[in-house]
């Protein structure tokens, strides 16, 4: 079965340092992996994908992410961190056979001012 | 705003009733899913549909049915409801075809049993 997996509920960074939200995966084959955002009371927002190709994916915000197929990884990264980045992050992979999409349990960003 | 629209924003209801949740997707997009959020929890695939027809189910309770409409739209209906139910429910919808493409989410509806 595919899986993504968040291995951190929280990361508390400070405004103008760089950030990591981690995610790891587990799936038979290439994966296609996403990243959303979800602000307080909103849906989720399309933040980059990976599909194919470079491993560095650049999104929306500044927003960029690293496949890494050694380490089954597709951390989400963003060299100098906002407030107004603090929200809930989620890593999903697409099952293949069906096409759902898969949710990770979720990251909480805190940046402080 | 994601072109995805989902009605109503909030609900509040007793417990035992039923409950119809309502989502219209992108224009152009065939695929529909339902998930669950509860508490900041993270999202519970729900079901899934492909131009009309069931694709994929997750863990959803025999409680729960839902359709997808000629005209593309889906409702999620939610019967003998229970205060367990209470979550922000999301419809997502996707073009379909091809794995590479990503979904665009609903606001939600926030159902809450009382």
């Known amino acids: 079965a595919q899986s993504v997996a968040q291995p951190e509920d929280q990361v508390n960074v400070a405004e103008g340092n760089p950030l990591t939200v981690k995610c790891t995966y587990s799936?038979?084959?290439?994966?296609?992996l996403f990243w959303y955002v979800q602000y307080p009371n909103r849906g989720l927002q399309f933040l980059l994908k990976y599909i194919t190709g470079d491993n560095l994916v650049k999104g929306s915000y500044g927003f960029e992410a690293e496949f890494n197929k050694s380490q089954t990884s597709f951390h989400l990264k963003k060299p100098s961190a906002l407030v107004s980045d603090s929200a809930l992050y989620f890593c999903?992979?697409?099952?293949?056979?069906?096409?759902?999409?898969?949710f990770g349990t979720g990251t909480r960003l805190k940046v402080l001012a | 705003d994601s072109g995805v629209t989902q009605t109503p924003k909030h609900l509040i209801t007793a417990t035992g009733q039923r409950v119809t949740l309502r989502c219209s997707p992108r224009?152009?997009?065939?695929?529909v899913y339902w998930y669950q959020q509860s508490l900041d929890q993270g999202l519970q695939f729900l079901i899934q549909y492909y131009n009309g027809e069931e694709r994929a189910k997750g863990n959803i309770l025999e409680r729960f049915s839902a359709q997808q409409f000629p005209d593309l739209h889906s409702e999620l209906n939610l019967s003998s409801l229970e205060l367990g139910d209470s979550a922000l429910y999301f419809c997502a919808s996707s073009v379909g075809g091809h794995a590479g493409t990503e979904a665009f989410f609903g606001q939600g509806t926030r159902l809450t049993v009382v």
């Open positions: 224009s152009g997009d065939l695929s």
């Open positions: 999903a992979v697409r099952d293949k056979g069906t096409y759902k999409y898969i």
């Open positions: 799936v038979s084959g290439n994966p296609y």
